[in-house]
């Protein structure tokens, strides 16, 4: 009776399906259907009873349940009626391919009607193409750069309560009503200041997304605890740092901090900028600074595919992301495409500039011709004033990452805080001079001065390969794990292969999972906790494999796919740098 009910339930469809292709590939589904029905189930069943201490949490968890149940239904209805009719794998891969087509817009639209940290989560599951199958990270790919905004009027009352004024123009001579970008905790506007005639921007936080942080995280926090217990204590160590960026005074201090350090290295980070933060006008919910002119890493990330595909023979982009997908889940493909990186990188590099050279070429013909015309004053009188069109000229791609790598590893050593959200979104690009602009400074981890030494040499035992000095240091970072194959703690090699997945860029993910007995890396994903439990690990430790990951985006977005993805390589000359400049002989 239930199958047939669940059969005609229309209520229990998913919404309407979005203009999203979800393509047909069903085999790979069933992993990440467990994960999601697990997931689903396990809020469903916790936002019933959990954080009922207050209404405003009550409704939230109950908008979960409701949205939820459905699917948990859907979900346990496959689960039961394969076990209770025998169905071979494919019967089930296939209704599974079904239940996928169903539900894949539901996680967005409860994303975007909750916001807040729910929308951090959402951006960094679609970022990764193992957690998911195909559909929902294609749905949920918009929070990258595309996240609905607050009404003007609603951020204008923000702002007019923050800085203590009756009305925005009391401040601003010119407010945008439409928002330059939309992201997790606010967005931000552009403006021009009153008294200076300076344009700015105006990041605004939402209102209550600080007050829902703590249920929602907790929340993250009891699912992780089901699907990988290894996770929570790595995730709740970063909580702090995630409280942090709710405060735009302290990113105002962060900023401050970079400029300061960064200008003082007159000869080495001359092309690298930071917005100037208008003290006076930041509150714990604004922050103004000046406009830094230029595009986006994610902007330009199309225009520069375009130079992957034409370069590394493919079809088409599609074909491209189709086969970097592939090669992560396939084992078969994985060595064989990061094998490909190399000679596909220096083609790309050699093209990339030439076609620099063509253009910036062009653009300087271009504008004389249109700068003599218009001098003539006669011509533009009868014609029209002449408009030169600026062709779009891709960034250098290897000295670009050679930049971001050094002036990151120059924070990490020398300054001893970095931002551990470096992704392409972060990054600006000013064609017009070369000009690299780092914006967004709200998710800065500070180091003490000792382990950012034992970090230099970390990185440098694993780019020697030296896995004593590996396992020596991975302790004095305060990193402990049971290897539960074993019963030991922290063992050699074991230690080492963690080290190389973590700092050794695609090859060391390569080498540090078959050391493992790890069939891929998504197999990492469903049977890590057979094999290890995490007993120590500092959160500092997490932040910078989140920094150097973003790097690793970027850098394949400019069309670095070799050494420039190999964060021990990369930040080698950094630490031994700052080893050198403390006293500390250097192997070389």
């Avoid at 697990?38 to 949490?57: D, F, I, M, P």
């Avoid at 009352?157 to 923050?162: H, S």
């Avoid at 084992?331 to 910036?360: C, H, M, N, T, W």
Wanted: charged content about 25%; glycine content about 10%; some cysteine.
């Amino acid at each position: 009776m239930f199958a047939r009910l669940f059969r005609q339930g229309t209520a229990l469809k998913a919404p309407a399906r979005r203009a999203v292709s979800t393509g047909g590939d069903g085999g790979k589904t069933i992993g990440g259907a467990r994960i999601f029905g697990r997931v689903a189930s396990l809020l469903a069943v916790s936002s019933l009873g959990a954080y009922t201490y207050q209404n405003e949490h009550i409704q939230r968890t109950s908008y979960l349940a409701t949205k939820l149940a459905p699917v948990v239904l859907s979900y346990y209805y496959i689960k039961l009626k394969t076990s209770a009719f025998g169905l071979s794998r494919e019967e089930e891969r296939e209704m599974m391919k079904d239940f996928h087509n169903d539900w894949y817009a539901l996680p967005l639209e409860i994303i975007l009607h909750l916001r807040g940290f729910y929308v951090k989560a959402g951006q960094v599951v679609s970022s990764n193409p193992n957690i998911l199958p195909e559909q929902y990270i294609k749905s949920l790919r918009v929070l990258q750069k595309d996240v609905p905004p607050l009404p003007s009027s609603e951020i204008r009352k923000i702002i007019e309560k923050e800085m203590g004024i009756d009305d925005v123009d009391e401040v601003f001579e010119s407010f945008s009503e439409k928002p330059i970008g939309a992201a997790s905790i606010g967005q931000v506007h552009t403006g021009t200041l009153k008294d200076t005639g300076k344009e700015v921007v105006v990041k605004v936080q939402y209102p209550e997304v600080e007050r829902f942080f703590s249920v929602d995280f907790r929340t993250t926090l009891f699912i992780l605890g089901f699907i990988n217990e290894n996770m929570v204590e790595i995730v709740k160590g970063i909580q702090d740092n995630f409280m942090k960026e709710f405060d735009y005074n302290r990113e105002a201090d962060n900023l401050k901090l970079m400029e300061d350090h960064i200008e003082a290295k007159a000869g080495m980070f001359d092309n690298v900028v930071f917005p100037k933060v208008k003290r006076e006008l930041c509150t714990r919910k604004v922050l103004v600074m000046e406009k830094i002119e230029g595009e986006t890493i994610t902007e330009m990330g199309e225009r520069l595919l375009e130079d992957v595909v034409r370069v590394g023979g493919f079809k088409n982009k599609t074909e491209f992301r189709d086969r970097v997908r592939k090669s992560l889940r396939n084992p078969d493909k994985q060595q064989e495409f990061i094998e490909s990186y190399g000679k596909l990188s220096g083609a790309l590099e050699k093209a990339v500039g030439f076609s620099r050279v063509l253009l910036s070429l062009r653009n300087s013909i271009y504008g004389l011709c249109g700068g003599a015309y218009n001098s003539t004053r006669i011509l533009p009188y009868f014609f029209g004033k002449a408009e030169p069109k600026m062709f779009f000229v891709p960034p250098n791609g290897p000295s670009l990452m050679r930049l971001l790598w050094d002036v990151h590893g120059y924070q990490i050593f020398n300054i001893g805080a970095f931002n551990s959200d470096p992704h392409s979104g972060n990054i600006l690009i000013d064609s017009s001079n070369g000009a690299v602009g780092l914006i967004d400074y709200g998710q800065v981890a500070f180091l003490e001065e000792e382990w950012r030494a034992n970090f230099a040499r970390y990185i440098i035992a694993i780019d020697d390969e030296n896995k004593a000095e590996v396992h020596r240091l991975w302790g004095a970072l305060g990193n402990k794990f049971l290897w539960k194959v074993t019963g030991e703690i922290n063992p050699v090699d074991e230690t080492f292969a963690c080290a190389l997945c973590h700092f050794g860029g695609p090859p060391g993910i390569m080498k540090g999972i078959k050391m493992l007995k790890f069939n891929s890396i998504k197999d990492i994903g469903s049977s890590l906790n057979d094999k290890i439990k995490i007993i120590d690990c500092r959160p500092e430790y997490g932040m910078l494999q989140r920094c150097c990951f973003c790097l690793l985006g970027v850098a394949q977005q400019v069309g670095v796919f070799g050494q420039g993805t190999v964060p021990c390589k990369m930040l080698r000359p950094a630490a031994e740098r700052y080893l050198t400049s403390i006293g500390e002989m250097v192997k070389g």
